[in-house]
């Protein structure tokens, strides 16, 4: 864990929080380093305002205007709406879990509102470029070894064909792969979903099975990286960065553009938006209602683009 400005007994709350986080709710590593990031932020503005490292009994005496006063700073430096609003939500996380664990109750970070951060929609891929993403063909010509091409276009594959979010595919063991047409994965909160596993997508992680030239053991990682560890989600991006180019996509053509572009390519098709809810594990049926918004702005630039009145 990165070094914090805080006194030890919040340096202890802080690795057991992360440790709760980690093990029993499955947050991946990259949240989890945002999330530590985040309450690092607000730590070393409390340093500071408070003249030295804050402890549980300072955390517990904070007052709202205290957290005004670190929104205004970061605000002061450039942090959009958005950013401050996830460093609130970090902070306020380790503070519910001070309070369910008798460590005192941070009152002032739930007494102060979030800032109002604008609803921006999901940005899918067209359902031609959405095909192509898992095309080894457009790899033609790259010197990394076949298994390797092999490998992103099967993680690909199933972040379009089956909706999964990165972190859901790379946390798959060898063992979760059959020949069924469908895959359980862990999302979120530890729940386990079954999700369609196409047979063109079912091809592509058999191919780099037979390819692969690691020992692919049952209970390990089934992608995994040049070393045999499990493959690093930075890796993905990448193999996505290099398909953006060839395909001369924009750079919201992302790994986890391919989920949203399942979704909102299921529901222009006539999905049903409670079975799609399903498919990508979300909690609440209000954050799939978005992709209802993104097929209707479709929709209405279509009819602007092709009606000749419009």
């Known amino acids: 864990m990165r070094t914090l400005n805080a006194a030890p007994d919040v340096t202890a709350e802080i690795a057991r929080w992360l440790g709760f986080l980690g093990n029993e709710k499955r947050v991946s ?8 990031r985040d ?7 409390l340093t500071g305002h408070l003249g030295g490292a804050p402890s ?9 205007a205290d957290v005004r006063a670190f929104m205004a700073a970061r605000r002061s430096g450039g942090l959009s709406s958005r950013s401050l609003m996830r460093v609130l939500a970090g902070a306020r996380s380790f503070a519910r879990f001070l309070e369910r664990n008798g460590k005192g109750k941070v009152g002032a970070l739930s007494a102060v509102r979030a800032p109002k951060v604008g609803k921006t929609l ?8 959405a095909k192509r993403i898992s095309d080894t063909e457009l790899r033609a010509g790259e010197t990394r070894a076949p298994w390797v091409i ?3 276009a ?12 990165i972190s859901e595919a790379l946390s798959l063991k060898r063992k979760d792969f059959s020949a069924s047409d469908a895959i359980t994965v862990t999302g979120k909160g530890n729940k386990t979903r079954m999700v369609p596993l196409l047979p063109q997508v079912a091809k592509l992680i058999a191919d780099y099975i037979a390819l ?27 193999a996505m960065a290099r398909l953006r180019g060839t395909l001369g ?10 989920r949203h572009s399942f979704a909102t390519h299921l529901l222009a098709r006539g999905g049903d938006l409670r079975a799609i809810q399903e498919l990508l594990g979300h909690a609440s049926l209000s954050t799939t209602q978005i992709y209802t918004a993104v097929d209707s702005e479709r929709l209405l630039e279509v009819y602007t683009n092709a009606h000749p009145r419009a």
Request: charged share 20%.
């Open 39 to 45: 309450v690092g932020q607000f730590l070393e503005f």
């Open 122 to 129: 999901p940005k899918p891929l067209a359902i031609a470029a």
């Open 212 to 238: 692969c030239p690691l020992d692919l053991a049952d209970d390990g990682a089934l992608f995994v990286g040049s070393r045999g560890g499990p493959l690093n989600p930075r890796i993905v991006q990448l």
């Open 154 to 165: 099967a993680v690909l594959g199933l972040l379009y064909g089956s909706g999964l979010r």
């Open 29 to 36: 590593p990259r949240t989890l380093e945002a999330y530590t």
């Open 249 to 258: 996509l924009p750079d919201t053509a992302t790994p986890h553009a391919l």
């Open 56 to 64: 549980l009994k300072q955390l517990a005496k904070l007052a709202p």
């Open 150 to 152: 092999a490998r992103d």
